[in-house]
Every structure is written in structure tokens, then in C-alpha cells.
């Protein structure tokens, strides 16, 4: 069963192991360095559909789907579909995953969501309440748009701390199982908010979140920052990099040698028009289950915290004067199941 380590850490007794995973996107993230481990590149950004809406919950059915495949498992062999989108009453999820079903439970933590879905899935197999579940989001840069910001005709400008939310979706298929990679432990993150009201600056809103989360984490455990291959964030982009590595730094964290970020990973930023980097559910999900899943399997990769962010806002608070409230949850993924971690370098 799952056992606390400290006040907040989950530290799992018998590790879900994640069989398989997939990753969509579409052209923007085909053309960014990790274009070759998309599972799945849909140059139609509609994805067959006649609308934004419908084509992002087209994405997160292939995905789920071509996970599953992966793995050699059909939907009703699943008990569990843990998933959420930016979306409001996670539409996404729910339209692109009503064919499959699957038992289906609707999380939102915003671009956080895949850290959440991992978690909680992981906790329901460790109280083997499931054999298998299934972990996904996804996002969708103009469904965002339309939602978040403006219609893409009004032509807004952005600002150089906007991130571009990625048309992108990841999915992950965890078992009670001995396949690398496993899912050790995870601590839920806190609502977090220092009163930053900007829309267009999620980065500086979304750091505090993942400091506090890191800071908890280390402190339950007595690690050290330096056990860890890596530390990924998704999606600070650069302005919350950057701030994410001051505040951990006068915490006595101090990141430099290990810290990577999925908004910053996703895109080319000197050659695509990013700006400050990549954002939206789907960033830190393809990211994931692209490039650094199969790492972990591989043992390039032996431990890795994955601290997704996310900003709990909606247009309507915003536009009310409301600050961005943010969280970060982390999950600890490691190639062994047990024992103690050691740095290993990737």
C-alpha cells in the first residue's frame, strides 16, 4: 500500500509500472527538435473534424487508442480513465473519451493535469482498486486561443513572456505490473498564489507552485536535487525557468545541474515564433510520453521528477481583476521499481 513520507510525500509500497504510452501532435511540434518521438503527426490541424473543439477530442481518443494498442490491451480490459483538458467541463476528455468505455474519471489541473492523472491513477492501483488505468490531456493552441485569449482573426499581439500552447497529446497505460518504468512516489501539490494577474505571464504565476512542491518534496525525503537525473517542469517556459531556479536556489535546492523544461523542450525557440517557450496540457504530456518515458525504459534515464504546473484561473476571474492561482504536482518516475537512487547522468 501507499506509504507518507513526511507531511506530504506519497511513497508507493508496490510501484505501478507504466506498460505504454503515445504522443500526438501536429505540425508546429513536428518541426520542433522532438518532432521524431511523436507517435503521431496530424498536419491537419482539425484533425478530420469541423471544429477546434471536436479536433482536440479526436486527438485525445487516437491517443488513448494508440496507447492501448501499444500495450496489447482493448478498452475493456481497463478499469480506469484518469484525463482533463483546459477546456471548460474538460470537453476534451469527456467527447473524446465517451467511446471507449472506459470508467472515467474528469480531473482539472490545467496544464498540471498530467501529473495529477499519473498520481491518481497510481494510487488507485497501489490500493488495487484497478488492475489498469489509463492517464491522458491534451491541448489544442486554438481551442485555447478562443477560450483563453482571443479569436485567432482578431489577430492579437503577444507579449514576449506569452507561451504557445501546443496542439499535442499525451497518454500512458499503468498496470500492476514489473516493466520499467515506475511510478515511486508523488506529492500533491498546493494552491499557490504570489498576485500575478498577468494572462500572458504564466511562467512568473505557475514557479512559486513548482518551488513549493520541489521544496516539500525534498524536505519529506531528505533527497538532495543531486539524486535525480532530472528535474522536469511543464511548462514554465523561460521566464519561469529561470525564476524556478532562484527561488529553489535560495531554498538551498539549487537545480542548475539537473533542471529541463517541457516548454522549453517542445519548441525550437530561435527558429519557431514561441516566444517565451511552450504551454497547454498537451506540452508536458507529449513531452513525456515522447521523448522521456522511453528513456526510463531504456535506463538512460534511471530517476526523474516530473512536476507538471498548472494555472487554475479562468477568463472570467481574470477579467474580474482575480490573481492567477497556481499548483504543481510532482511524480517521482524511476527504471527500478526499489532501492536507493543514485545519480546517474543523462
Given at each position: 500500500?501507499?506509504?507518507?513520507?513526511?507531511?506530504?510525500?506519497i511513497?508507493?509500497?508496490?510501484?505501478?509500472s507504466?506498460?505504454?504510452?503515445?504522443?500526438?501532435?501536429?505540425?508546429?511540434?513536428?518541426?520542433?527538435?522532438?518532432?521524431?518521438?511523436?507517435?503521431?503527426?496530424?498536419?491537419?490541424?482539425?484533425?478530420?473534424?469541423?471544429?477546434?473543439?471536436?479536433?482536440?477530442?479526436?486527438?485525445?481518443?487516437?491517443?488513448?487508442?494508440?496507447?492501448?494498442?501499444?500495450?496489447?490491451?482493448s478498452?475493456?480490459q481497463?478499469?480506469?480513465?484518469?484525463?482533463?483538458?483546459?477546456?471548460?467541463?474538460?470537453?476534451s476528455?469527456?467527447?473524446?473519451?465517451?467511446a471507449?468505455?472506459?470508467?472515467?474519471?474528469?480531473?482539472?489541473?490545467?496544464?498540471?493535469?498530467?501529473?495529477?492523472?499519473?498520481?491518481?491513477?497510481?494510487?488507485?492501483?497501489?490500493?488495487?482498486?484497478?488492475e489498469?488505468?489509463?492517464a491522458?490531456?491534451?491541448?489544442?493552441?486554438?481551442?485555447?486561443?478562443?477560450?483563453?485569449?482571443?479569436?485567432?482573426?482578431?489577430?492579437?499581439?503577444?507579449?514576449?513572456t506569452?507561451?504557445?500552447?501546443?496542439?499535442?497529446?499525451?497518454?500512458?497505460?499503468?498496470e500492476?505490473?514489473?516493466?520499467?518504468?515506475?511510478?515511486?512516489?508523488?506529492?500533491?501539490?498546493?494552491?499557490?498564489?504570489?498576485?500575478?494577474s498577468?494572462?500572458?505571464?504564466?511562467?512568473?504565476?505557475?514557479?512559486?507552485?513548482?518551488?513549493?512542491?520541489?521544496?516539500r518534496?525534498?524536505?519529506?525525503?531528505?533527497?538532495r536535487p543531486?539524486?535525480?537525473?532530472?528535474?522536469?517542469?511543464?511548462?514554465?517556459?523561460?521566464?519561469?525557468?529561470?525564476?524556478?531556479?532562484e527561488?529553489?536556489a535560495?531554498e538551498?535546492?539549487?537545480?542548475?545541474h539537473?533542471?529541463?523544461?517541457?516548454?522549453?523542450?517542445?519548441?525550437?525557440?530561435?527558429?519557431?515564433?514561441?516566444?517565451?517557450?511552450a504551454?497547454?496540457?498537451?506540452?508536458?504530456?507529449?513531452?513525456?510520453?515522447?521523448?522521456?518515458?522511453?528513456?526510463?525504459?531504456q535506463?538512460?534515464?534511471?530517476?526523474?521528477?516530473?512536476?507538471?504546473t498548472?494555472?487554475?484561473m479562468?477568463?472570467?476571474?481574470?477579467?474580474?481583476?482575480?490573481?492567477?492561482?497556481?499548483?504543481a504536482?510532482?511524480?517521482?518516475?524511476?527504471?527500478?521499481?526499489?532501492?536507493?537512487?543514485?545519480?546517474?547522468?543523462?
Amino acid at each position: 500500500m501507499a506509504l507518507r513520507k513526511g507531511k506530504n510525500t506519497i511513497l508507493f509500497e508496490n510501484p505501478p509500472s507504466i506498460r505504454a504510452w503515445a504522443a500526438i501532435g501536429s505540425t508546429m511540434e513536428a518541426q520542433g527538435p522532438l518532432g521524431g518521438s511523436f507517435d503521431l503527426i496530424e498536419e491537419d490541424a482539425y484533425f478530420g473534424q469541423d471544429s477546434w473543439e471536436k479536433a482536440e477530442s479526436q486527438m485525445q481518443e487516437r491517443v488513448v487508442r494508440r496507447a492501448l494498442e501499444k500495450a496489447g490491451f482493448s478498452s475493456a480490459q481497463v478499469q480506469g480513465a484518469f484525463a482533463g483538458d483546459l477546456l471548460n467541463q474538460c470537453v476534451s476528455s469527456t467527447y473524446g473519451l465517451r467511446a471507449l468505455g472506459i470508467p472515467y474519471v474528469g480531473l482539472f489541473g490545467a496544464c498540471s493535469t498530467m501529473a495529477e492523472s499519473l498520481l491518481t491513477a497510481s494510487v488507485f492501483l497501489e490500493a488495487r482498486a484497478m488492475e489498469r488505468a489509463v492517464a491522458c490531456t491534451s491541448s489544442h493552441f486554438c481551442t485555447a486561443e478562443r477560450q483563453f485569449r482571443f479569436p485567432l482573426e482578431y489577430g492579437g499581439q503577444r507579449p514576449p513572456t506569452a507561451q504557445w500552447t501546443a496542439t499535442a497529446a499525451g497518454a500512458a497505460v499503468l498496470e500492476r505490473g514489473e516493466r520499467p518504468p515506475f511510478v515511486r512516489g508523488a506529492v500533491v501539490g498546493t494552491i499557490q498564489d504570489l498576485g500575478i494577474s498577468d494572462a500572458a505571464n504564466m511562467g512568473a504565476a505557475m514557479a512559486p507552485a513548482a518551488a513549493d512542491t520541489l521544496k516539500r518534496f525534498f524536505e519529506d525525503t531528505g533527497m538532495r536535487p543531486q539524486a535525480f537525473d532530472l528535474v522536469v517542469t511543464g511548462d514554465l517556459g523561460q521566464v519561469g525557468f529561470d525564476l524556478l531556479r532562484e527561488l529553489m536556489a535560495r531554498e538551498g535546492h539549487p537545480l542548475d545541474h539537473c533542471q529541463a523544461d517541457c516548454g522549453l523542450m517542445l519548441y525550437d525557440r530561435e527558429k519557431q515564433d514561441v516566444h517565451a517557450g511552450a504551454s497547454g496540457c498537451g506540452c508536458s504530456a507529449s513531452v513525456l510520453c515522447g521523448h522521456l518515458l522511453p528513456l526510463l525504459r531504456q535506463g538512460t534515464l534511471k530517476n526523474l521528477l516530473f512536476v507538471a504546473t498548472g494555472a487554475l484561473m479562468s477568463p472570467t476571474v481574470v477579467q474580474q481583476g482575480e490573481s492567477i492561482a497556481a499548483i504543481a504536482h510532482l511524480v517521482w518516475l524511476s527504471h527500478d521499481r526499489s532501492g536507493e537512487v543514485k545519480s546517474c547522468r543523462y
